[in-house]
């Protein structure tokens, strides 16, 4: 693994990443909600990148993992706005955008800032537009009176905060309302025993692409993570054939 770095953003947020050069297009990997770039997909995704000389740059949103700022602030504006930086700064040519759940909507939004260099998508359960599906009505009433809502996390002891701002944001840059102007190659993988994301997002999202080379694969039995040695095996396939 590429020792990690620091990218310096104007505003002072110190945005950690690991990159290696090699072949492209460029594999970049959108970690999920409150994920980081030392998650099984994306290491196993970096590993392979090394050993096939692919360049692939991975990252910690701010306020995530080994960035520095408060998660509170974080917005899919603004995690976007560090996408594009580091890409600008570090990645020449083509790139292929890897999201996975809430990195799976934040792709989109890195893709229509980069017309002409998106080789490729890969969605692996893909989740844009949760803040429209993915709450009750009285949940999104707290959300939109500017208060932060708490759920229980099913990985860890400690209860999922979603906060107003972030909800506010991802209102504002939905995506499934109308054709996302996407004319690159899309695959997207989603497990049919997906409890967070449904199976049918994928399929939505497929049909509001306007790209005609995109693929739906659903994984019989897999879960919202798909990190089973089979899904790696899965997803590692899949990127390769889009190169």
């Not at 009285?138 to 002891?157: C, F, H, S, V, W």
């Not at 504002?172 to 309302?177: D, S, T």
Request: glycine letters at 10%; a negative charge; aromatic letters at 6%.
């Amino acid at each position: 693994m590429a020792d990690i770095q620091f990218h310096e953003m104007a505003d002072g947020r110190r945005i950690a990443f690991r990159h290696i050069k090699g072949t492209g297009p460029a594999l970049i990997f959108l970690p999920g909600y409150m994920s980081d770039m030392e998650g099984s997909k994306a290491t196993a995704l970096f590993d392979w990148a090394v050993r096939e000389g692919r360049e692939c740059l991975l990252l910690d949103y701010s306020g995530c993992g080994r960035s520095n700022g408060d998660f509170a602030e974080g917005t899919l504006s603004r995690w976007r706005e560090e996408v594009l930086s580091l890409v600008e700064q570090r990645i020449i040519g083509s790139v292929i955008l890897v999201g996975s759940s809430m990195g799976g909507w934040l792709m989109l939004l890195v893709a229509r800032m980069l017309p002409g260099r998106v080789a490729g998508m890969v969605g692996i359960a893909a989740a844009p537009d949760f803040t429209e599906w993915g709450f009750t009505a009285e949940e999104k009433a707290i959300m939109q009176g500017g208060e932060t809502l708490l759920r229980d996390n099913p990985y860890g002891p400690e209860p999922t905060p979603t906060h107003a701002g972030f909800w506010q944001d991802g209102e504002r840059v939905k995506q499934l309302r109308g054709i996302i102007e996407a004319d690159c190659r899309v695959r997207l993988l989603h497990g049919q025993d997906d409890d967070v994301v449904p199976p049918e997002i994928s399929l939505r999202l497929a049909s509001r692409l306007r790209s005609d080379d995109v693929q739906v694969t659903l994984v019989k039995r897999g879960d919202h993570r798909l990190s089973r040695e089979e899904d790696i095996a899965l997803l590692l396939r899949t990127v390769e054939a889009l190169r």
